[in-house]
């Protein structure tokens, strides 16, 4: 009943789109537009990309902290590494850049060389009073001599905060607006402002300015992601329009699937922009992604159509015999493929989930778009010409074919076990991998801004900030002098930790009010006594000037401290070490009965929100295959044929995950993906192969190696076509400035090849090996649904 029902439904279909063609087309225009109308709502990210759901802890805690604190992602660095800076025209130059920034509505504060103040005793009115180091301008070398040896020597609380002691390189810290961090207006400020100001400074004083930051960063990093979607969309186009005519010898077919995936990155863009998303690292991947997978759905179709008119010369009969026994093929391929991306909508991260959204809905678009328009179009085209249908022979390709045979024939051992040692080798591989919890290791390392990253860490250990929350769960706690001691204790471990910097906290801005009651010794750089505290904290509450100070370190309720750290570009494992070590520090100085002391900042999070998804990834990719099961079971109706057909999809994600255990690529964020989407489309091959030997069964009374071998010579085309249009097409993501996205690429690419190869090999060998238990008629039930009708038994049914 259900068989009668596709084939009408079928049947129904192609009469209505030939019979309806104009107002489909008029159809397909409209909507056209009203997508490309949503293309104002796309948004591109100010923020890294929150790997966690919201309500998981490390989110919370994090949240709980900019409440408490503000944006902690707020600081842009300038730097100069150069002698020739200390002298008095470049040294005011560098102070007359610093202090213009400070005229722009965006810019909060701004700390140079001339903003440094000492903190200086006044006897008389009992305070402490600040006394810039530049008064007005430098006059003179001589005044600059002073200034570097006050800076270097006389006060460390400024040490690796705007200089480098040891290496003499000179930083300004510009911080900007809290409420304008994660905006457009960042990004106008940093391109339209900073940049051309920054550049004019290096041309007229010979100066190389090192820029970095998170804000500065975010951007820059971000305009590489949009400026790689056109280069993506233009590279998969000219790759795969090549291959195209490359297997049709034919502009007419070629420009005909250009325009129709052309059209589906248009409602991928219009998807996005409908559903308000964000383009993030991932969803820039889709439109490309549309067009390589869009190009083997045209293939098919045309493929199929100049088969047919070849066959018997009518066009219209042709054209309905296309979306009658390719629709349903294409249908449950481009189904199983969507399924794949799917399973990211089940996670609880947002990222996976919008990219899983619109991943799927934009592969079911481009089906239905190359279902409408290519029988539509060649209604209203001439017969193809003979050149072009010279293709159809195939002979070029009849070597790899008969190879395939032979190996299946022949070679059933060998197969088997190269399998096995495949298998055994890609374990092994499998335990080398490493996870990366890296917020900048996927960022281009060609760019100015990633250069300016290392130079960064190398000079201050790093630019990511981790944060240290502490709750004395009371007012006024955090002055508490047991309170100073603890933290004091704690920055301790963080000073010898070779991947952090200095930290920056109340605890400093104390040492440096005894230094100053004491007249600036540098000796006395350190925590007061109790005895000598009452008399600093009095100086201290007389004085205006530690207000300022005070406020970017203690909440206005003195409850809440923060001490903050800025991190290098390390691993997870280095970093859960170090996570590990501060927690028994603070597990040692800071009771919890009287303090609540919590680890945060974006680094942190991003690490946490990496290690969340690989805990995922099983998850994930489970329910790939588990929902692909069920469209096999529910196609074939066979329990033992679902075991059959995971085998050669699983075996080419094994060798794939050893190969990343081989090669040194992490699991991250973007090699995630790679496995659900490898097996989404790979399992395609896996369906078109088991339809056609199951025809062939039908068509061959149930004689097993005469079915396996008809199955093997019909499909072998088809699948190398496309396997050849994936492997090329995922390889356009390998010109990628970004890390991750270039693994991604290649790793798809080689596991889609390895996929054919198996599913070409290791699927007919174990039909044969396993003829007895699966291949008869009581396994292998009549399908729910025909994938290929019967009847259509010609070399393009499979496809």
């Known amino acids: 009943m259900f068989k009668l029902f596709t084939k009408n439904f079928w049947d129904v279909t192609a009469r209505l789109i030939l019979r309806n063609k104009i107002t489909i087309l008029v159809g397909i225009i409209l909507l056209t537009v009203f997508f490309s109308r949503q293309w104002d709502n796309m948004r591109f990210t100010y923020t890294e990309a929150n790997l966690l759901p919201d309500d998981h802890e490390v989110n919370v805690i994090y949240n709980n902290f900019l409440k408490t604190f503000g944006e902690e992602g707020n600081l842009i660095v300038l730097g100069v590494k150069d002698s020739t800076l200390f002298t008095v025209e470049k040294l005011n130059a560098w102070n007359r850049l610093s202090e213009d920034f400070k005229q722009y509505d965006e810019v909060e504060s701004v700390v140079s060389i001339k903003d440094l103040q000492k903190l200086v005793k006044d006897n008389v009115n009992e305070k402490f009073e600040l006394e810039p180091f530049i008064k007005d301008t430098i006059a003179s070398l001589a005044q600059i001599n002073v200034l570097q040896d006050e800076l270097f020597k006389k006060y460390p609380f400024y040490d690796n905060f705007l200089f480098n002691k040891n290496t003499k390189t000179i930083r300004t810290a510009i911080y900007l607006k809290k409420d304008i961090v994660n905006t457009p207006s960042r990004k106008d400020f940093i391109v339209k402002v900073l940049v051309p100001k920054i550049e004019a400074f290096q041309e007229q004083n010979n100066l190389d300015v090192r820029v970095s930051g998170m804000p500065y960063i975010r951007t820059l990093n971000s305009q590489n992601i949009i400026d790689e979607i056109s280069e993506f969309v233009i590279a998969a186009l000219l790759v795969t329009s090549l291959i195209f005519f490359f297997f049709f010898r034919s502009f007419r077919a070629t420009f005909i699937s250009l325009i129709v995936v052309c059209i589906g990155v248009m409602w991928t863009l219009g998807i996005l922009g409908l559903l308000n998303y964000e383009i993030t690292v991932l969803t820039a991947l889709i439109p490309p992604l549309i067009i390589v997978i869009g190009i083997p759905n045209c293939i098919f179709l045309i493929n199929k159509y100049q088969h047919e008119v070849k066959l018997h010369g009518n066009k219209v009969k042709s054209l309905q015999r296309v979306i009658t026994k390719i629709g349903n093929a294409t249908l449950m391929t481009n189904v199983t493929t969507a399924s794949g991306f799917a399973t990211f909508i089940l996670t609880e991260s947002k990222l996976l989930k919008e990219f899983g959204v619109v991943a799927s809905l934009s592969i079911l678009a481009i089906f239905i778009l190359c279902l409408l328009i290519i029988p539509i179009i060649y209604t209203f085209l001439p017969y193809p010409k003979d050149r072009h249908l010279e293709h159809l022979n195939k002979?070029?390709?009849?070597?790899?074919?008969?190879?395939?045979?032979?190996?299946?024939?022949?070679?059933?051992?060998?197969?088997?076990?190269?399998?096995?040692?495949?298998?055994?080798?890609?374990?092994?591989?499998?335990?080398?991998?490493?996870?990366?919890?890296?917020?900048?290791?996927?960022?281009?390392?060609?760019?100015?801004?990633?250069?300016?990253?290392?130079?960064?860490?190398?000079?201050?250990?790093?630019?990511?900030?981790?944060?240290?929350?502490?709750?004395?769960?009371?007012?006024?706690?955090?002055?508490?002098?047991?309170?100073?001691?603890?933290?004091?204790?704690?920055?301790?471990?963080?000073?010898?930790?070779?991947?952090?910097?200095?930290?920056?906290?109340?605890?400093?801005?104390?040492?440096?009010?005894?230094?100053?009651?004491?007249?600036?010794?540098?000796?006395?750089?350190?925590?007061?006594?109790?005895?000598?505290?009452?008399?600093?904290?009095?100086?201290?509450?007389?004085?205006?000037?530690?207000?300022?100070?005070?406020?970017?370190?203690?909440?206005?309720?003195?409850?809440?401290?923060?001490?903050?750290?800025?991190?290098?570009?390390?691993?997870?494992?280095?970093?859960?070490?170090?996570?590990?070590?501060?927690?028994?520090?603070?597990?040692?100085?800071?009771?919890?009965?009287?303090?609540?002391?919590?680890?945060?900042?974006?680094?942190?999070?991003?690490?946490?929100?990496?290690?969340?998804?690989?805990?995922?990834?099983?998850?994930?990719?489970?329910?790939?295959?588990?929902?692909?099961?069920?469209?096999?079971?529910?196609?074939?109706r066979s329990g033992r044929m679902i075991i059959v057909s995971l085998i050669p999809n699983l075996l080419p994600l094994l060798v794939t995950a050893g190969l990343m255990g081989y090669l040194g690529v992490p699991i991250k964020p973007s090699t995630i993906l790679v496995f659900s989407i490898a097996f989404g489309i790979s399992v395609d091959d896996t369906i078109h192969f088991l339809a056609k030997y199951r025809q062939e069964l039908q068509a061959n009374h149930w004689k097993i190696k005469t079915s396996v071998y008809g199955a093997l010579r019909e499909t072998g085309v088809s699948m190398f076509y496309t396997s050849i249009v994936l492997f090329f097409g995922f390889s356009v993501f390998t010109i990628s400035n970004f890390g991750g996205t270039v693994a991604l690429g290649a790793l798809v690419s080689i596991t889609l090849l390895f996929a054919m190869l198996s599913n070409l090999l290791v699927l007919p060998s174990l039909l044969l090996s396993l003829e007895r238990s699966i291949a008869n008629k009581q396994v292998l039930k009549e399908p729910s649904i025909n994938i290929i009708p019967e009847g259509d038994d010609d070399e393009n049914t499979n496809s």
């Open 395 to 636: 002979r070029w390709i009849g070597g790899f074919v008969n190879w395939m045979e032979y190996m299946v024939r022949k070679k059933r051992i060998a197969i088997y076990a190269s399998s096995v040692v495949l298998l055994i080798v890609s374990m092994i591989g499998i335990y080398q991998i490493k996870i990366s919890g890296s917020l900048i290791e996927d960022m281009p390392k060609k760019t100015e801004f990633f250069k300016d990253i290392r130079f960064f860490e190398e000079e201050f250990n790093g630019i990511m900030p981790l944060e240290i929350m502490i709750d004395t769960k009371r007012k006024k706690g955090v002055m508490k002098l047991s309170t100073l001691k603890s933290m004091d204790a704690l920055e301790d471990v963080i000073i010898e930790t070779p991947e952090l910097s200095k930290p920056i906290s109340v605890v400093s801005l104390v040492k440096y009010s005894k230094q100053a009651y004491y007249n600036g010794n540098p000796k006395y750089y350190q925590l007061p006594t109790s005895q000598e505290n009452s008399f600093i904290l009095s100086y201290a509450k007389n004085s205006t000037s530690n207000v300022g100070l005070l406020n970017n370190f203690v909440d206005s309720t003195g409850q809440y401290a923060r001490i903050t750290t800025f991190m290098k570009d390390i691993g997870t494992d280095k970093m859960e070490r170090i996570e590990e070590n501060l927690q028994n520090k603070i597990n040692k100085v800071f009771p919890k009965e009287r303090y609540n002391v919590t680890m945060t900042g974006k680094a942190l999070v991003f690490q946490k929100g990496t290690n969340y998804l690989v805990k995922n990834l099983a998850i994930s990719l489970s329910l790939a295959i588990f929902l692909i099961s069920l469209f096999m079971a529910y196609m074939f």
